[in-house]
């Protein structure tokens, strides 16, 4: 996304153009913008060749995992749909990883069935679970076991996963104990140590320790892993002032541990392949002002992009169309659901803006549309693709009659 004589171009296309066609509030994608964060998120890690599997929690768009197959990328899932949709899009099984916590006997069951490459347990109850469906298949199956290091992520505290009060993983010690119950299961091959510490991550530092404890507890164990899943969680820049991750010194960080341990690293990164590719597209309805400030009141809500009220996370606010005319007085944009946290951004000044004008919430590619709902009955956003000078839905406006 760039500026042209003031106006914004989403690629070839002027995203008011966009707006007027398919409507607001529009999540936009830029394919080239995709294609290029895939590169480089190779390119800072060639020197190891991971296996890098896309996290479909960020955004489980069909079309966009059918780019993410096209590059060769696996896939990390969290549920039943996530998987399906992944081998829908053509993903092979033996490239995907199941995470999470709770995995019902289902799903267990299901991810057995279609032979994928891991399902990475949580708890010694889910090991026996695996264990118990694996014994009716009459089959051996690949597992991993997540650590919980208890590492602050210098992140925000909802989105730590890492530490010992949170859900995540098993502590070493306990770590330690079910690999010795379970390492001479007829029915089970613990092969991978998994880990991550949580999400929106900017310094190397945290991820130095994760991987100085991983070494420490491979070496503990006396276990020959062939995998260790460093998770993902690598961040993206939501304003000018935010810092990028040194990808460098991670990826020697790397280096230095495999060359101690013949093992195959996997990535599961979601946010810095998908996070900055769309801006959601929104339309003022109202201007309301009052004495300190204004309420620039939008068509998009909380339902449509609920990190704001959710996370406190921030995303830019972008006019369509810049002027010179800048306003010195509070400006909350703000959604019209009947709830005080329904605001995208407060700011202290901003342009002068008109009532039925276009603006672009910025960096919503990760968490934005899969996070959305019906809350209030209001119908989700559509999905649109710009690939240079041309435009594609990949997900139509729900209708009311679908919902209600």
Do not use: W
Request: proline share 2%; hydrophobic share 40%; charged share 30%.
């Amino acid at each position: 996304m760039n500026f042209k004589n003031n106006k914004l171009y989403i690629e070839n296309i002027e995203a008011t153009k966009i707006a007027r066609k398919f409507g607001t509030p529009s999540y936009c994608y830029s394919l080239n913008r995709l294609k290029n964060n895939i590169r480089n998120f190779k390119n800072n890690f060639k020197s190891i060749k991971p296996l890098i599997c896309f996290s479909v929690k960020s955004n489980s768009n069909l079309q966009i995992l059918k780019e993410i197959k096209k590059s060769a990328m696996g896939a990390d899932v969290v549920s039943k749909g996530e998987l399906i949709i992944a081998l829908k899009a053509g993903i092979h099984p033996k490239k995907i990883v199941f995470s999470g916590i709770g995995k019902t006997f289902d799903e267990i069951k299901f991810a057995i069935e279609k032979n994928i490459l891991l399902i990475n347990a949580e708890s010694e109850s889910e090991i026996k679970e695996i264990e118990k469906i694996a014994k009716t298949k009459k089959k051996k199956i690949n597992i991993g076991l997540r650590l919980n290091p208890n590492i602050d992520a210098k992140t925000l505290k909802k989105i730590s996963t890492g530490k010992n009060e949170d859900k995540f993983g098993v502590v070493e010690s306990n770590f330690l104990k079910i690999l010795k119950k379970f390492r001479d299961s007829k029915y089970l091959y613990i092969k991978c140590l998994s880990i991550h510490i949580g999400s929106q991550i900017i310094d190397y530092r945290p991820y130095a320790k994760m991987i100085n404890i991983v070494q420490n507890t491979i070496k503990k164990s006396k276990h020959k892993f062939d995998f260790v899943d460093l998770g993902g969680g690598m961040g993206i820049k939501y304003n000018n002032k935010s810092k990028l991750l040194n990808y460098k010194k991670y990826n020697l960080i790397i280096k230095k541990f495999l060359k101690k341990n013949n093992v195959k690293i996997i990535f599961e990164p979601g946010r810095s392949i998908i996070g900055d590719t769309a801006v959601l597209l929104t339309k003022i309805i109202y201007i309301k002002a009052i004495k300190k400030k204004n309420f620039i009141i939008l068509d998009a809500a909380m339902n449509d992009l609920i990190r704001p009220a959710l996370y406190g996370a921030k995303h830019q606010i972008i006019p369509l169309k810049r002027n010179n005319k800048i306003i010195n007085k509070i400006h909350d944009f703000v959604g019209p659901i009947c709830e005080s946290t329904d605001k995208f951004l407060s700011l202290k000044k901003y342009q002068k803006l008109n009532e039925k004008e276009i603006l672009g919430i910025c960096d919503v590619g990760a968490y934005g549309m899969v996070l959305s709902s019906n809350y209030n009955l209001r119908t989700k956003a559509s999905e649109i693709m710009v690939n240079k000078s041309s435009l594609r839905v990949i997900l139509k406006r729900q209708k009311l009659n679908n919902i209600i």
